[in-house]
């Protein structure tokens, strides 16, 4: 077993689950990891070196240690991590007592399974494309194995090409396999995960350094027309509740009761396909504010779109929305929720507030008047603010006038309550990157805001932006905050837009354009998806999904052993079609083979006809008689009579 | 279109009787294949379900697609597998005839006329052999298979088989050959001298007799001489034991050996024996004759004499 050709199939095999599991260092612990790779390493030492391959006392302890790696990382080892981390070890296991050929194939289906782990963290199209290489090197593993002589481009020429021969089939079957959720008991939730994303409180005063992530959260696709960019929110969690530092949700009916009034809509509809990536909460971001919605969705009373169903992964919604709106009256528990303070405001505040005129003036001219001073003062817009620990909201206001969205909306609405008129802040995402090749809009973590609503008579609540008077360009421009220099504050400057239109940028949407489609008819091919896009075939149930999977199949069966055969049946007497044209060559010079004449009769007959080609005729027939009737002959004995046919050539000279 | 192989045949009725016509070459076509799942491809099929569950429970699209690239890989291995074995042609060769328990070689001669080389092929007799054969080439093989009895021994059935490319199907033709091997009695291992039969003075030629009794000199006895001729008067006066050497170098001995005078309580014993005869005597470079039951072979020696007489015991 320690023979080269076996030293080889060792090489391709360690070499392709190294390129399986490494991916999966962002997923797995790092304790795990790091001993995956050591037994790895180990095993590629070992075959050059086999006599440092352990025994079977050391290979005890070794699996004993991973059991207990395991186990301190996971209570049970049922569950997406812990499954994984398991097939991960119990491969790196196996590695090291790899023995026979049945051990080769055995570790390559631990492979494969691990393959397929990977997908159940990252589904991109670079995941998918990276998997297919790599199981190309998989089953050139299993050629390998089963040569003679190991030639390792034919093997991986020959793995590649019938995974590109699977492909049609497979592509079928994806498409026709009906699709079944699994039963609830059936899927293990992973609780101790934390993600990047909106919270459901917010404490400006306390975060110093604002990360910004391109983190893609949803994507929509207009029917129609798209709204302008300074009504592109997206509505989220409504804060409503704070303790002078911290803005946190109300858990009251209105969070948990669906919408009690609906409010009345004007003016434009815009009607959008909003697929959101899979995400911690339920929530759903529409455009403010969502109208029609079908049915996981709900409305909240709070005006939040609100999925029931499991949100882990990527959905599709179909939403019609209205940029004006009226939500009509306000609610008793409504204006509770909106006026709540924590405490009564400080001396400061009140005549903060008196010098805007917040006491004796209509709410919309309070509003002015604070937007105003907000873009007349000093304040500034930026994503590094200085701690504001002790009275955050007088710290920004009256000292630093510093800060991010969150500051904004948060004094605002404090302001607002001190001057008695009901505000709350929304969160939600602001904007989003048009993709121009895909026809459809980005947004991404970095598009996360924050925002103010005033409920105003007759007119309901009504949204106020104040970052927007601020830095109206974070509004209305699309500032690429990754291009900000983070210490910075931003400052707008035109070529920069300029500069992202180069051609990387344009790659970039091709690229996310891809990637986006693959995620709405690949990633997302769910069973409603499959009733849709089967139906538009007439193919509505499962009786005609597996007529139609049969047919399929067997047509594109037919076309392939067609194909593959027709290759062989055209080379079937080549060295006899050759030798043909040889006789065909010397017809001009009256030379005609007859049916009873053997080649070397007619070999003898064509010398003395033409003398001075004699060893050319000679050389000819002698291959002719050696490869047909022969009883050994190689493919260069072949190769050399199909030269020496092709450069024949009658020269008779009369 | 008619030879898809998608119509593989897995059970045919007559598929193991198959005979190759007399000299004629047999190529390997979907008549002659079949294809059966091997124990990895059993193997594999476990691997797909398992996948198909785990892409079931997380509701995996992706897991989902590679199932069935797996699973789809799977099915076009049959074509595969079915391609490194087709096309091929087969045709019986030489075959060499030998002694009961040695090996009997068979030539087979093995002939890739396709484009398609092959990376792995088995030939099956009673051993295995591994071979590869390139596009357009040729190779010759000889099987070994244990001479079990005397007479004629044919090949039966030689199995050629693939698992190329991925060991996940198992392709085998069974091919029934015509050639044989005569097969010779097995030599005795016991040495016993030449027996002096009656017949041989009843029946030698007048010729050979008339050469015979022209006595010309006496040598020292050596095993093998013929009791007739020992020098009884000198050996009687003590002079030691002398053979009569009679004239003719060529008919020096001449000896006759006789089915009835061979040691052995049975045919085989017996025939065996004489075989040994034969070979002894083809060694000593003596004349023999040869007495069997319902045949009779002349006296003579050289290579045509001495297959003669073996072919004559092979076949009693």
């Known amino acids: 077993m320690n023979s080269p050709h076996f030293k080889k199939i060792l090489i391709f095999l360690l070499s392709s689950i190294g390129l399986i599991v490494a991916p999966h260092i962002a997923n797995i612990p790092i304790a795990l990891f790091g001993f995956f790779s050591l037994v790895l390493g180990w095993r590629f030492v070992a075959v050059w070196r086999p006599q440092y391959l352990p025994r079977s006392r050391v290979l005890l302890f070794l699996t004993l240690l991973a059991l207990t790696l395991l186990l301190s990382q996971h209570k049970h080892l049922l569950g997406r991590d812990a499954g994984t981390n398991l097939f991960i070890l119990a491969l790196g296991l196996k590695l090291l007592e790899i023995k026979t050929e049945r051990d080769i194939y055995l570790v390559t289906y631990l492979a494969f399974i691990v393959a397929a782990s990977l997908f159940l963290y990252q589904q991109s199209l670079f995941m998918a494309a990276y998997i297919l290489a790599v199981c190309c090197v998989l089953f050139a593993t299993l050629v390998a194995i089963n040569s003679i002589e190991i030639q390792t481009r034919v093997a991986l020429k020959t793995a590649t090409l019938i995974i590109l021969q699977a492909i049609p089939i497979a592509v079928v079957i994806f498409i026709l396999f009906p699709r079944v959720e699994a039963p609830r008991w059936m899927i293990f939730e992973e609780k101790n995960k934390a993600k990047i994303g909106l919270s459901d409180s917010m404490e400006p005063g306390s975060i110093s350094d604002l990360g910004t992530s391109e983190e893609l959260v949803f994507r929509v696709k207009f029917t129609g027309a798209m709204p302008p960019l300074k009504q592109r929110y997206w509505r989220g969690p409504v804060l409503a509740h704070t303790d002078g530092k911290r803005w946190s949700q109300f858990n009251t009916q209105l969070f948990k009761g669906l919408a009690l009034t609906k409010p009345s809509y004007t003016g434009t509809a815009y009607q959008y396909t909003l697929l959101m990536e899979a995400q911690e909460k339920n929530w759903v971001f529409g455009l403010d504010m969502p109208e029609q919605f079908s049915a996981p969705l709900a409305l909240t009373g709070y005006y939040q779109l609100v999925t029931q169903e499991n949100s882990k992964k990527r959905a599709e919604y179909k939403i019609t929305s209205y940029p004006q709106y009226n939500t009509g009256e306000l609610t008793q528990v409504e204006y509770q929720d909106a006026t709540q303070l924590p405490r009564e405001p400080s001396d400061k505040i009140k005549q903060f507030v008196t010098q805007l005129h917040g006491f004796d003036s209509k709410p919309e001219e309070f509003i002015a008047q604070l937007l105003t001073h907000f873009r007349k003062e000093d304040f500034h817009y930026t994503l590094t603010p200085p701690l504001m620990e002790e009275n955050p909201i007088e710290s920004f206001l009256f000292t630093t006038k510093r800060g991010f969205c969150s500051h904004y909306a948060s004094a605002f609405v404090y302001l607002m309550r001190v001057a008695h008129i009901p505000a709350r802040v929304v969160t939600g995402y602001q904007g989003g990157e048009f993709n121009g090749v895909g026809n459809f809009l980005e947004v991404r973590q970095a598009n996360a805001h924050a925002w103010a609503e005033v409920w105003i008579e007759n007119q309901g609540w009504m949204r106020v932006d104040p970052t927007a008077a601020v830095a109206p360009e974070r509004i209305e421009q699309q500032l690429n905050l990754d291009l900000l220099e983070l210490g910075g504050e931003i400052r707008f400057d035109p070529n920069m837009i300029n500069q992202q239109q180069n051609w990387l940028k344009q790659m970039n949407q091709l690229w996310n354009s891809a990637d986006y489609q693959w995620q709405r008819w690949v990633v997302n091919y769910d069973s409603d998806n499959q009733a849709n896009f089967l139906s538009t075939f007439g193919i509505h149930d499962f009786k005609a999904m597996m007529k139609w999977l049969m047919i399929l199949v067997a047509l594109i069966t037919i076309l392939l052993s067609a194909f593959l055969l027709r290759k062989k049946q055209k080379s079937i007497a080549p060295v006899l079609r050759l030798y043909q044209r040889f006789c065909a060559k010397l017809k001009p010079a009256g030379l005609i083979r007859t049916n009873r004449e053997g080649a070397h009769d007619f070999a003898q007959r064509a010398k003395i006809a033409l003398p001075e080609q004699a060893d050319a005729i000679e050389q000819i027939t002698a291959d002719f008689i050696q490869l047909q009737y022969g009883r050994v002959s190689s493919r260069e004995d072949f190769v050399r009579f199909a030269k020496a046919v092709a450069k024949f050539k009658l020269t008779v000279h009369r | ?316």
């Open chain 2, 1 to 316: 279109m008619s030879r898809l192989p998608f119509k593989l045949r897995w059970s045919v009725p007559n598929f193991y009787t198959r005979k190759a016509l007399n000299s004629e070459s047999i190529t390997l076509t979907v008549r002659r294949i079949g294809i059966v799942p091997s124990k990895r491809g059993f193997g594999f099929m476990l691997l797909m379900i398992l996948l198909v569950l785990i892409a079931f429970v997380y509701n995996n699209n992706l897991a989902y697609l590679l199932t069935f690239l797996l699973a789809s890989v799977f099915f076009i291995t049959i074509l595969h597998t079915y391609n490194s074995l087709a096309g091929l042609v087969l045709k019986d060769g030489q075959c060499k005839n030998v002694f009961l328990g040695e090996a009997a070689g068979f030539d087979i001669h093995i002939h890739n006329p396709t484009a398609v080389e092959r990376f792995n092929l088995q030939i099956q007799l009673e051993k295995t052999e591994n071979f590869t054969l390139a596009a357009h080439s040729k190779i010759a093989i000889t099987l070994y298979k244990i001479a079990q009895k005397r007479g004629w021994q044919t090949i039966g059935k030689v199995t050629i088989s693939t698992s190329y490319p991925l060991g996940l199907f198992y392709a085998w033709s069974p091919i029934r050959f015509d050639s044989k091997a005569l097969v010779y009695p097995k030599p005795a291992t016991i040495e016993i001298p030449f027996p002096e039969t009656p017949l041989a003075d009843a029946e030698q030629g007048v010729n050979q007799k008339k050469g015979a009794d022209d006595f010309y000199g006496l040598q020292e006895y050596q095993a093998g001489d013929s009791i007739k001729h020992i020098h009884w008067k000198a050996f009687a006066k003590g002079q030691g034991l002398y053979s009569k050497q009679y004239s003719g170098a060529n008919n020096a001995t001449e000896v006759w050996l006789h089915y009835d005078y061979a040691a052995g309580h049975d045919t085989e014993q017996r025939l065996s024996q004489l075989c040994r005869w034969v070979i002894d005597a083809e060694r000593a470079d003596i004349r023999y004759g040869l007495v069997l039951p319902n045949l009779k072979i002349m006296p003579d020696r050289g290579s045509a004499h001495y297959r003669q007489c073996l072919e004559a015991l092979a076949l009693l």
